[in-house]
């Protein structure tokens, strides 16, 4: 089975918490990888998410250790919505 990353960026206004993540984590740009498995046997190319990632700390932030942590994909949704509603 063929596996691709695919990457983005995300942006917090605010201080958010995430399960998996032992403490809260301060606003800015984090770093998301999302890996996909390749779906055999369809007729065109169609890929299923297995397994999403965070880069702890913000890409901002300056500290020399990062660290890759799993995350639930519709947590980061549901928190990125909280978050981007209470910025307006």
């Given amino acids: ?3 691709r990353t695919t990457q983005s960026i995300v942006h917090f206004f605010a201080p ?3 399960r998996g993540v032992d ?3 301060p606003p800015g740009d984090y770093a998301i990888d999302q890996d996909e498995d390749l779906i055999d046997g369809a007729s065109w190319l169609a ?5 999403t990632f965070i880069h702890l700390p913000a890409v901002s ?3 020399m250790t990062a660290q890759l942590v799993e995350i639930d994909p519709s947590e ?3 928190a990125l919505k909280q978050d981007h509603e209470q910025d307006q």
């Fill in 23 to 25: 403490e809260l984590q």
């Fill in 76 to 78: 980061l949704e549901a």
């Fill in 47 to 51: 890929y299923r998410r297995v397994a």
């Fill in 61 to 63: 932030t300056n500290k």
């Fill in 16 to 18: 958010f918490a995430l």
């Fill in 1 to 3: 089975m063929s596996t």
